[in-house]
T-cell receptor, first 113, second 115 residues
Framework: AQSVTQLDSQVPVFEEAPVELRCNYS??????LFWYVQYPNQGLQLLLKYLSGSTLVKGINGFEAEFNKSQTSFHLRKPSVHISDTAEYFCAVINTGGFKTIFGAGTRLFVKA | EAGVTQFPSHSVIEKGQTVTLRCDPI?????LYWYRRVMGKEIKFLLH????????ESGMPNNRFLAERTGGTYSTLKVQPAELEDSGVYFCASSQAQIRTDTQYFGPGTRLTVL
């Protein structure tokens, strides 16, 4: 069985500061990894995904994530955040043998002026 | 192109009543998923349709939940009778290809409150 742990439930940060949202996963099989963002009153939107190849994945809105197989992590980073990045972020996995997406509990990012 | 839509956006019902949630996927998307998020916890998979067939319903909590997708277009999720622990946000998502890495497009969710 797979599980996803997002280590921070809330992350406050000042505008233009860097941010890292942490995600660890557990799985006995290979997985694909995803980050989603949910803005208020909207559905989840895919930020980026890791399928194979380069462990550094670039996504939309200036976000990137690095897959670390030895540490089973997939942390999300942005070098300089904006007020508009305030949202909830979800890390997720799908095992390579199925369609079921397993989500973490989410991290609320608050960007302050 | 219209995105995934869900109706209603909010529903407040009493324990024991019945509620039906509806999801309209993006036109042409054969894959439709239902998820549920309870009180700030993780989003949990409920089931997956490919066209009108249930591909995986392993996440359905119990037999009070019934999902249908007649004709392979919109889907409904009925809860009967509703219990307090059914409260949460129900998300629907759709994707075009039957590839597990294909992007899923999510609706805004239906917030269900059972009193």
């Amino acid at each position: 069985a797979q599980s996803v742990t997002q280590l921070d439930s809330q992350v406050p940060v000042f505008e233009e500061a860097p941010v890292e949202l942490r995600c660890n996963y557990s799985s006995s099989v290979s997985v694909y990894l995803f980050w989603y963002v949910q803005y208020p009153n909207q559905g989840l939107q895919l930020l980026l995904k890791y399928l194979s190849g380069s462990t550094l994945v670039k996504g939309i809105n200036g976000f990137e994530a690095e897959f670390n197989k030895s540490q089973t992590s997939f942390h999300l980073r942005k070098p300089s955040v904006h007020i508009s990045d305030t949202a909830e972020y979800f890390c997720a996995v799908i095992n390579t043998g199925g369609f079921k997406t397993i989500f973490g509990a989410g991290t609320r990012l608050f960007v302050k002026a | 192109e219209a995105g995934v839509t869900q109706f209603p956006s909010h529903s407040v019902i009493e324990k024991g009543q019945t509620v039906t949630l509806r999801c309209d996927p993006i036109s042409g998307h054969d894959n439709l998923y239902w998820y549920r998020r309870v009180m700030g916890k993780e989003i949990k998979f409920l089931l997956h349709f490919v066209k009108e067939s249930k591909q995986d319903e392993s996440g359905m909590p119990n037999n009070r939940f019934l999902a249908e997708r007649t004709g392979g277009t919109y889907s409904t999720l009925k809860v009967q009778p509703a219990e307090l622990e059914d409260s949460g946000v129900y998300f629907c998502a759709s994707s075009q290809a039957q590839i597990r890495t294909d992007t899923q497009y999510f609706g805004p969710g239906t917030r269900l409150t059972v009193l």
